[in-house]
């Protein structure tokens, strides 16, 4: 039985439900239910039913922990391991434009977002925040056709709440991923901001200022605009607050603070100021809770491969993406374990695009021969899942992902699945790898 996952588009959904599918000992399978929201659809969002296609992934039993907060597929090998519900922080709620726009066009881009967003903030008050989120790199094509906003919740749902109540034993864990790593936003009411740019190589500034960086790719990518700036943004407030896709609102951490306490849980934070270190979290919890290895297996961005880490012992490394300042972490998490000892066999479980091969021409995109070409320094055989990259057709990327999906889930088939014995100082140690793999990297 695979486990369906009916929100596709949106990342932080697709972490939990490679978190339920791993609980479950099988794997997941996107079903594009929920993929675009007209503009009538978003203003009239019901926030608990949103909520609840998180927490209907879950069925099955009690829990001693949940982790819940900042999404990212470190959090949910982290959550894998403690054998707990991944609750996570932000929905992303893609809207369908009204008619297609220029890549470029950031004045009708914000025109757009900005009128959906009030009317929704009319409804939803102080419980979220809105980020609208513009990326005219790395989402060139798409933002011509949907806009980019994500839901931040600002308050604990009442669904995540009652889930807790009704899964959390008594006296229970919630593990809490605070990921603070800073992005220029632009706030234009107490709910509503907007961020330009998306991380990888390129800095928040170089999206609003000129970059020699990007400057060099205008003509490349036919850019009539440039710095995407406007007066929209001119005559907001500029801020830096956490970072789209991988950041947790302040207001939350409070909020599920006065839960704990009021409900007898234990809360244990795991506050990160660098994204990029939510790479760690699986592998830490793995040292902790598992020690010894035979292999690794790196998953990158959504991709997950279940319980193949568990069953064959296999180290666990996430990473953000396909591009440069991923592979640089990736190298130098890979460098302070593997330590000059090669492993057998190492596992590249990867989504299928984002690589220069598929003419991707982003400034910090890669090949994936130079993924492989780092992976060869760590292990004597390198499997990559799937086993080519072949030509990006957008049609079919959910398919083909449902694929690599199986394929790594079935490289595990026959191992048993024996869950991690998990004690009241696992995270404490999870804290402390954390800690040393840092402060090697910094």
């Known amino acids: 039985m695979v486990l369906e996952c009916k929100r596709p588009l949106c990342s932080a959904t697709v972490f939990a439900c490679n978190t339920a599918a791993a609980l479950l000992d099988t794997y997941t399978k996107l079903v594009p239910v929920k993929t675009e929201y007209t503009p009538p659809e978003f203003t009239r969002l019901d926030l608990d039913d949103e909520a609840r296609i998180v927490t209907d992934l879950y069925k099955h039993g009690k829990y001693e922990y949940v982790v819940i907060g900042a999404p990212s597929g470190g959090a949910a090998q982290l959550a894998i391991?403690?054998?707990?519900?991944?609750?996570?922080?932000?929905?992303?709620?893609?809207?369908?434009?009204?008619?297609?726009?220029?890549?470029?066009?950031?004045?009708?881009?914000l025109s757009e977002a900005l009128e959906l967003a009030l009317l929704l903030e009319r409804r939803t008050g102080n419980k979220i925040d809105i980020l609208i989120h513009y990326d005219p790199i790395h989402d060139r094509n798409w933002v011509t056709h949907n806009l980019t906003i994500r839901i931040h919740f600002k308050k604990l749902p009442q669904v995540y709440k009652e889930f807790i109540k009704g899964k959390l034993v008594s006296n229970g864990t919630i593990i809490y991923v605070d990921v603070k790593h800073p992005w220029i936003q632009y706030k234009f009411t107490e709910n509503i901001y907007v961020q330009v740019g998306g991380a990888d190589d390129l800095d928040d500034w170089?999206?609003?200022?000129?970059?020699?960086?990007?400057?060099?790719?205008?003509?490349?990518?036919?850019?009539?605009?440039?710095?995407?700036?406007?007066?929209?943004?001119?005559?907001?407030?500029?801020?830096?607050l956490p970072e789209s896709e991988w950041g947790s609102r302040e207001q939350l951490l409070e909020d599920v603070k006065h839960f704990a306490e009021e409900n007898g849980y234990r809360l244990e934070v795991i506050t990160l100021d660098n994204f990029y270190h939510t790479m760690f979290l699986g592998t830490s919890a793995y040292l902790a809770l598992m020690g010894e290895y035979k292999g690794v297996v790196?998953?990158?961005?959504?991709?997950?491969?279940?319980?193949?880490?568990?069953?064959?012992?296999?180290?666990?490394?996430?990473?953000?993406?396909?591009?440069?300042?991923?592979?640089?972490?990736?190298?130098?998490?890979?460098?302070?374990?593997?330590?000059?000892?090669?492993?057998?066999?190492?596992?590249?479980?990867?989504?299928?695009?984002?690589?220069?091969?598929?003419?991707?021409?982003?400034?910090?995109?890669?090949?994936?021969?130079?993924?492989?070409?780092?992976?060869?320094?760590?292990?004597?055989?390198?499997?990559?899942?799937?086993?080519?990259?072949?030509?990006?057709?957008?049609?079919?990327?959910?398919?083909?992902?449902?694929?690599?999906?199986?394929?790594?889930w079935s490289l595990g088939r026959e191992k048993p699945y024996i869950k991690s014995n998990v004690n009241s100082e696992a995270i404490l140690s999870v804290k402390k790898f954390l800690v040393e793999f840092i402060h090697y990297i910094s």
């Open 81 to 109: 391991l403690f054998n707990a519900p991944l609750l996570p922080c932000n929905i992303l709620t893609p809207v369908k434009r009204d008619r297609r726009g220029h890549p470029d066009d950031i004045d009708s881009y």
């Open 206 to 240: 170089e999206y609003v200022e000129e970059s020699d960086k990007i400057k060099k790719y205008v003509d490349v990518f036919n850019i009539e605009k440039y710095p995407w700036r406007t007066d929209l943004l001119d005559e907001a407030e500029k801020t830096r």
């Open 298 to 408: 790196v998953e990158n961005y959504k991709q997950s491969s279940s319980t193949l880490f568990v069953k064959k012992k296999y180290l666990p490394l996430w990473s953000v993406f396909t591009t440069r300042k991923s592979l640089y972490y990736t190298d130098k998490l890979l460098e302070k374990i593997i330590d000059g000892n090669k492993v057998s066999e190492l596992v590249y479980v990867t989504v299928p695009y984002g690589y220069k091969e598929q003419r991707t021409k982003w400034p910090d995109a890669l090949s994936v021969n130079d993924w492989l070409e780092v992976f060869n320094k760590y292990a004597r055989d390198t499997v990559l899942i799937p086993r080519e990259i072949k030509p990006y057709q957008s049609t079919r990327t959910l398919d083909v992902m449902n694929k690599i999906y199986e394929e790594a």
